[in-house]
């Protein structure tokens, strides 16, 4: 893995040092020039929490990734700069799912003048790195929130038009085994999210970009704009303009979108 490739696909100048500096320079790069997107899972091909593979995929190959990917490739790119860093298992929507949800976000921990988490994994969370201490955050006019849930977990509230409302975490170093046993989870059983729904967020501009399916939302503080994907070929277009993301092979994907977006609301009261 070349830190200079990665440094060229963020759009990074300069000399990387180990300083607060340079880290909110990578982070904030990083989320701006890399989409989150799960496509890989819908179209059936295997992820892995390997940073290795994360940077062919990402750096090589110009495309995004989920939270394994992102913050695997961040974390490895950080160390080889010669930064602290400790790989911590996130539990999205843990205050909902229980225990169970142990691992199925991927996120950094970085010692430098002090404890900061750097996550460019979560889609729509902060552009920039945050202190480990309770209380708002707030990054280009995104409001987040840190609180201290008791002795070991901690909880990071998404802002108001996130898609995941939270996650909660420990500062105990991630278990490999058990985030690989989430990662292979979350792209196989029938039940997971990243299985049912095709997903890219972006952070842009003052946007963030969000597509769920078909549905695709351009926000922004002040507010956000909804729109319907109508067909295929649109699906694909949009990928290519909003993610720059050039898959032609996502068409192959529509059907599937259509029929879960017509499930998703055929369940809701009317």
């Known amino acids: 893995m070349e830190v200079q490739a990665y440094l060229d696909r963020i759009g990074f100048q300069g000399v990387p040092r180990v300083d607060l500096e340079t880290l909110r320079a990578l982070h904030r790069g990083h989320s701006l020039a890399i989409p989150y997107e799960n496509l890989d899972v819908q179209l059936g091909r295997p992820l892995t929490t390997d940073p ?3 940077f062919e995929k990402i750096v ?13 490739l961040l974390g490895a ?15 999205a929507m843990r205050k909902d799912r229980g225990d169970d949800a142990i691992g199925n976000h991927l996120l950094l921990l970085v010692d430098l003048e002090g404890p900061w988490i750097a996550d460019v994994g979560f889609g729509d969370g902060s552009r920039d790195p945050y202190p480990l201490r309770e209380g708002p955050i707030e990054s280009d006019g995104y409001a987040y929130d840190l609180a201290r849930l008791d002795a070991d977990w901690w909880r990071l509230t998404n802002h108001p038009f996130g898609g995941t409302p939270n996650f909660d975490f420990t500062l105990e170093p991630a278990d490999p085994a058990r985030l690989a ?4 989870e979350l792209q196989t059983s029938p039940e997971s999210g990243f299985v049912l729904n095709a997903v890219a967020q972006r952070h842009a501009g003052e946007e963030i970009r969000l597509l769920r399916g078909r549905s695709f939302r351009r926000l922004a503080p002040r507010g956000h704009d909804d729109s319907l994907i109508d067909s295929s070929e ?3 277009a949009l990928l290519k303009q909003e993610y720059d993301l050039d898959l032609p092979e996502a068409a192959t994907l529509w059907p599937r979108i259509l029929a879960r977006h017509e499930a998703v609301f055929a369940k809701q009261p009317a």
């Open 77 to 91: 790119m950080l160390q080889e700069i010669g930064f602290n860093v400790t790989r911590l298992a996130g539990a």
């Open 52 to 54: 290795a593979a994360a």
């Open 234 to 236: 649109a699906f694909v």
């Open 60 to 72: 090589k190959r110009r495309r995004g990734g989920w939270c394994y990917e992102m913050n695997g």
């Open 181 to 184: 046993f989430k990662c292979q």
